[in-house]
């Protein structure tokens, strides 16, 4: 069975970084496709970043585009999001997914068959 465990969230300033970790566990870390999802209070899960199996190639929403950065390694079973220019609207609990069946990007946040228990990023203005 697979597990994620999220990492690195925390309560910065405006301005500040983070740098989120999700190690991954119980099958072929390189077999899948992975994502970062937020929720902020009152809102839908939505999807952030999101990069293939080989990290080939990754996808950003417009909010967060040329901010974070995604990233996997492979030899260490885990993927990582570089925060930089955190804003009061990033606040949210932070999600990794893994999807099994995509050879490329997954947009869609209902074929992610995995998902971690969330890590708390707070950004105070």
């Known amino acids: 069975q697979v597990q994620l465990v999220e990492s690195g969230g925390g309560l910065v300033q405006a301005g500040d970084s983070l740098r989120l970790s999700c190690t991954f566990s119980g099958r072929t870390f390189s077999s899948y496709a992975m994502g970062w999802f937020r929720q902020a209070p009152g809102k839908e899960r939505e999807l952030v970043a999101a990069?293939?199996?080989?990290?080939?190639?990754?996808y950003y929403a417009d909010s967060v585009k040329g901010r974070f950065t995604m990233s996997r390694d492979n030899a260490k079973n885990t993927m990582y999001l570089q925060m930089n220019s955190l804003k009061v609207e990033d606040t949210a609990v932070y999600y990794c997914a893994a999807d099994r069946g995509s050879a490329t990007i997954q947009y869609r946040r209902e074929l992610y068959d995995y998902w971690g228990q969330g890590t708390q990023v707070t950004v105070s203005s």
């Open positions: 990069i293939t199996w080989n990290g080939g190639r990754t």
